[in-house]
C-alpha cells in the first residue's frame, strides 16, 4: 500500500528558504519516479518538479527553475524540495505524488503541506 | 505556458449527464494523447480519475469517460451522483511539464 506523507511546510518570510519532505512507504523510488505538485489556495494544481526514477534526471517548472531543487534519500526513502528565494506566490499547498505512466500522472497523492510566503 | 482552459462551472441533477471541455493548444494537449483529469473534494488532495485520454484507473466508475479532439478534451459524468460534486481538473503532458486546467466546479442539483 502506497503511502505519502508531506511535512516541513510554515510560514516563511520571501527571500528565504525552506525544505519540504515526503516519507514514502509502500514503493522504492529506485523504481518509481515521484513529483511535487501544488496548489495556491482556490487555484487549480500547477506542476513543480519531477525526479526521474532511474539515473535522477530531473524536470522543473519555469516559475521555479533555478530556485527549488528535487532531490530524495534513497536509503530513507525521502522525497525532498528544498525552495530558495521564496517568492509571494510559492504560497500553496505542496503535494508529493507518484508519477504514473508515460504522461506524468499522478496515481498517488500525499495530504500536502502548505507553505506560506506573506507579502 | 498558461493553464488549460475549462468552464468554471457546470451543473445537473442527479442521474443527468454533464460534460466539461477542456481546451490546450497544439503544444499540449493537440500534441499528445496523454490527457488526464482529477476530481477534488473539498480539503482533499486530487484523485486521478481517467487518464491516457479514455483510460480509468481501477475503481473508478465507468460513469465516468473522456475524449479529445484535436486541442480539445472532454470528461463526461453520466449517470450524476451526489458525491460526484467537486472539482474537476484536466491535465495534459507539454513535453519534459505538464500542465493543468483552471477547474470546473459540478454542482448537482
Known amino acids: 500500500q502506497v503511502k505519502l506523507k508531506e511535512s516541513g511546510g510554515g510560514v516563511v518570510q520571501p527571500g528565504t528558504s525552506l525544505r519540504l519532505s515526503c516519507a514514502v512507504s509502500?514503493?522504492?523510488?529506485?523504481?518509481?519516479?515521484m513529483q511535487w505538485i501544488r496548489q495556491a489556495p482556490g487555484k487549480g494544481p500547477e506542476w513543480v518538479a519531477l525526479?526521474?526514477?532511474?539515473?535522477?534526471?530531473?524536470w522543473y517548472a519555469d516559475s521555479v527553475r533555478g530556485r527549488f531543487i528535487i532531490s530524495r534519500d534513497d536509503d530513507k526513502n525521502i522525497l525532498y524540495l528544498q525552495m530558495n528565494s521564496l517568492r509571494v506566490d510559492d504560497t500553496a499547498t505542496y503535494y508529493c505524488?507518484?508519477?504514473?505512466?508515460?504522461?506524468?500522472?499522478?496515481?498517488?497523492w500525499g495530504e500536502g503541506t502548505q507553505v506560506t510566503v506573506p507579502s | 505556458q498558461s493553464a488549460l482552459t475549462q468552464p468554471r462551472s457546470v451543473s445537473g441533477s442527479p442521474g443527468q449527464s454533464v460534460t466539461i471541455s477542456c481546451t490546450g493548444t497544439?503544444?499540449?494537449?493537440?500534441?499528445?494523447?496523454?490527457v488526464s483529469w482529477y476530481q477534488q473534494h473539498p480539503g482533499k488532495a486530487p484523485k486521478l480519475i481517467i487518464f491516457?485520454?479514455?483510460k480509468r484507473p481501477s475503481g473508478v466508475p465507468d460513469r465516468f469517460s473522456g475524449s479529445k479532439s484535436a486541442n480539445t478534451a472532454s470528461l463526461t459524468i453520466s449517470g450524476l451522483q451526489p458525491d460526484d460534486e467537486g472539482d474537476y481538473y484536466c491535465?495534459?503532458?507539454?513535453?519534459?511539464?505538464?500542465?493543468f486546467g483552471i477547474g470546473t466546479r459540478v454542482t448537482v442539483l
Open positions: 505524488a507518484k508519477v504514473y505512466g508515460s504522461g506524468w500522472y499522478a496515481d498517488f
Open positions: 491516457d485520454v479514455n
Open positions: 497544439n503544444s499540449d494537449v493537440g500534441a499528445y494523447n496523454y
Open positions: 509502500g514503493l522504492r523510488m529506485t523504481r518509481s519516479s
Open positions: 491535465c495534459s503532458y507539454a513535453g519534459s511539464s505538464v500542465l
Open positions: 525526479m526521474w526514477y532511474a539515473g535522477g534526471n530531473r
